[in-house]
């Protein structure tokens, strides 16, 4: 992995761009410098010339990748130019290492980079014929060249696909980081809708009872104030017992539905002094902890606005668990399929059904409900592939509740 910077991107440290190109280069060129067969001075002026500006390029990459650029092919015009007047062919060797660190380092334009080398090249071949070399020694020499050029060349490609790695990786990790404070919000926004129905329910109720209390205060009923503080009590006991629920309902750490249900159940018998009959039909089995959460929330809703617009009405609660795996629903939806998936077709249906008072009995729509929560709880059904209705029945002489959802 090596970082870029600099004009044209070049590697962070040539010592990591391209190591083979650096063991090839460093060992031809010592090894030709060393084993060099030429008397000329001027010669090996150009030989030194060129060597101190390859050398030159590799410590420009990072600080002046352009100086570095003119650096090496300047490195391989020198040799190129004086080919024909060599001894040996240390100028053509020289040039072929040259080219090739030039094709594996730079990243001009391809045509360029071509134009770059197909000069030095016809600089080499066009030298050396000048210097009397034949026909057989200018197809020696162009296939030193090329073989090294090709070689840069392949090693270009490498580097540019692990920079196209590199960058893929860096995309993909800040896609994932991006995914987990996407779940972080969820997550965040799915305990505020559970701490906000815990709260609103809890602390509504209490008002309740408080107002209660102090009305009966007003008339001088101790007896009752006290009844109504100790039903306080009790529901600010439920409130939190309520809150613990919902943190456990986040962990998957619920009691089986049922259970929940005759709970809830109860403790609305007890507080409200109302009929409420709960049956369960069909084959009871365990079920996450979102949906259950969701159904104990929807009965919870549909008892309260029960107390509140049919005071003392009798209320029936019925809980069915569809054994069918071919069961149709007409309000089923395919877009929620991700949950329904882990159940086939098979579904929980939950009806909670009470009289609408004599009063209430002509309006259409029946007794005003709480808009809000129903409206949160069809949100959050709808998350676990479910649906909710409630309205009066044909009649309008009851009010009917029902939620379904995958199970």
Request: glycine fraction near 8%; aromatic fraction near 4%; proline fraction near 7%.
């Given at each position: 992995m090596h970082a870029t910077g600099g004009q044209g991107g070049a590697p962070a440290s040539f010592m990591s761009a391209n190591p083979v190109m650096q063991i090839v280069g460093f060992g031809l060129l010592i090894g030709t410098l060393a084993t060099a067969r030429e008397n000329s001075p001027v010669m090996w002026a150009v030989y030194g010339a060129s060597s101190v500006c390859w050398f030159a390029s590799h410590f420009l990459i990072d600080r002046r990748p352009l100086w570095a650029g003119i650096a090496l092919v300047s490195s391989a015009a020198m040799p190129a130019a004086a080919a024909g007047w060599a001894d040996d062919s240390t100028a053509v060797i020289m040039v072929g290492v040259m080219l090739g660190w030039f094709a594996a380092w730079s990243r001009p334009r391809a045509a360029a980079l071509w134009l770059v080398l197909s000069s030095c090249l016809a600089l080499t071949l066009i030298s050396s014929a000048t210097g009397g070399a034949g026909l057989g020694d200018l197809a020696g020499y162009a296939l030193v060249m090329l073989l090294l050029t090709l070689l840069g060349l392949n090693q270009r490609q490498y580097r540019l696909r692990a920079d196209q790695a590199e960058q893929l990786l860096r995309q993909t990790t800040l896609m994932q980081q991006e995914q987990a404070q996407v779940a972080v919000l969820e997550e965040r926004a799915r305990i505020a809708r559970e701490i906000h129905d815990v709260l609103a329910h809890s602390l509504g109720a209490l008002t309740v009872q408080l107002k209660a209390a102090d009305a009966l205060l007003d008339n001088g009923d101790i007896e009752g104030v006290r009844a109504r503080i100790r039903r306080s009590n009790r529901l600010t006991d439920e409130g939190l017992a309520e809150a613990a629920a919902a943190v456990a309902a986040l962990r998957d750490e619920v009691l089986p539905l049922p259970d929940m249900l005759a709970e809830l159940i109860g403790n609305f018998r007890r507080d409200h002094r109302t009929e409420i009959r709960l049956t369960t039909t069909g084959?009871?089995?365990?079920?996450?902890?979102?949906?259950?959460?969701?159904?104990?929330?929807?009965?919870?809703?549909?008892?309260?606005?029960?107390?509140?617009?049919?005071?003392?009405?009798?209320?029936?609660?019925?809980?069915?668990?569809?054994?069918?795996?071919?069961?149709?629903?007409?309000?089923?939806?395919?877009?929620?399929?991700?949950?329904?998936?882990?159940?086939?077709?098979?579904?929980?249906?939950?009806?909670?059904?009470?009289?609408?008072?004599?009063?209430?009995?002509?309006?259409?729509?029946?007794?005003?409900?709480?808009?809000?929560?129903?409206?949160?709880?069809?949100?959050?059904?709808a998350l676990a592939g479910g649906t909710l209705q409630a309205g009066p029945d044909a009649t309008h002489r009851s009010w009917r509740l029902v939620v379904e959802l995958p199970g």
């Open positions: 084959t009871t089995r365990p079920l996450p902890s979102g949906p259950v959460v969701a159904l104990v929330r929807a009965t919870r809703e549909a008892l309260t606005n029960a107390a509140k617009h049919a005071p003392g009405g009798a209320v029936d609660v019925v809980l069915n668990y569809d054994d069918s795996d071919d069961s149709e629903s007409d309000h089923s939806d395919s877009d929620h399929s991700a949950h329904a998936n882990n159940y086939g077709n098979r579904k929980v249906r939950l009806e909670v059904r009470n009289d609408i008072p004599r009063a209430a009995a002509f309006v259409d729509d029946g007794p005003p409900v709480s808009g809000y929560g129903l409206t949160g709880m069809r949100e959050r059904l």
